[in-house]
Every structure is written in structure tokens, then in C-alpha cells.
């Protein structure tokens, strides 16, 4: 069973960058796919990008294409979350989420029921 905590959120202005950490303990991380979803006051979770076991495949959110990226070192159990751009509605709890897969080259799921392991999340505030 894997342990997830992100770390590096915070308040930052429209159209800077931050960078996301999620790191993995207690599983064999090269066999977990890794996504990344957030949550705004009164909306939905929303599902954010998501990668592999291999870090061979990513997928995003139609809201954060081109300017999000995700990747992974599996040497570092952790996976990354590169925000650039940002913009007042990107505010909201980003949270890193993990499934086990052995199929460590297959296009990872966008399904938030398909994942077990959850962190706690972290807070990211877009100022205008």
C-alpha cells in the first residue's frame, strides 16, 4: 500500500510557475500510475494530468493543456507537477492519487474511481 504527500503549493500571481511535488512511500512506485486532480470551493474534483507507471505516457485536462506538466522520477518515488501560466482559476486543492498497474506502459486513467491511493493535498491560490 503506497503513502502519498504533496508538497509546494502556495499564493502566488497570475502568470507565474510553481512546481508540485507527490512523494510515494510504502509500494513499489514504478508500478503505480500517478494522477493529479483538484478541487475548487463549491465544484467538483476535476481531473488534472495524469502518468504511467514508465513516465512513457501523460494525459491532461482539457483546462490545462500546454501549459501544465507532468512527469516522474521513479528513482525518487515522486512525481512532479510543472504549473506554468498560471490563471485566478487555476486556484484550488491539487491533490496527487495513485493506482497499481502492471501494465506499466499503457495510457493512464483520467477516471477518479479508477485510483486507490490518495494524498491530503496541498493549496494553490492564483492571485489576479
Known amino acids: 500500500q503506497v503513502q502519498l504527500v504533496e508538497s509546494g503549493g502556495g499564493l502566488v500571481q497570475a502568470g507565474d510557475s510553481l512546481r508540485l511535488s507527490c512523494s510515494a512511500s510504502?509500494?513499489?512506485?514504478?508500478?503505480?500510475?500517478v494522477g493529479w486532480f483538484r478541487q475548487a470551493p463549491g465544484k467538483e474534483r476535476e481531473f488534472v494530468a495524469a502518468?504511467?507507471?514508465?513516465?512513457?505516457?501523460?494525459v491532461y485536462g482539457d483546462s490545462v493543456k500546454g501549459r501544465f506538466t507532468i512527469s516522474r522520477e521513479n528513482a525518487k518515488n515522486t512525481v512532479y507537477l510543472q504549473m506554468n501560466s498560471l490563471k485566478p482559476e487555476d486556484t484550488a486543492v491539487y491533490s496527487c492519487?495513485?493506482?497499481?498497474?502492471?501494465?506499466?506502459?499503457?495510457?493512464?486513467?483520467?477516471?477518479?474511481?479508477?485510483?486507490?491511493?490518495w494524498g491530503q493535498g496541498t493549496q494553490v491560490t492564483v492571485s489576479s
Open positions: 510504502g509500494g513499489t512506485f514504478s508500478y503505480y500510475a
Open positions: 502518468i504511467n507507471p514508465s513516465g512513457s505516457t501523460t
Open positions: 492519487a495513485a493506482y497499481q498497474t502492471f501494465a506499466t506502459t499503457f495510457r493512464p486513467s483520467l477516471r477518479i474511481d479508477a485510483y486507490s491511493y
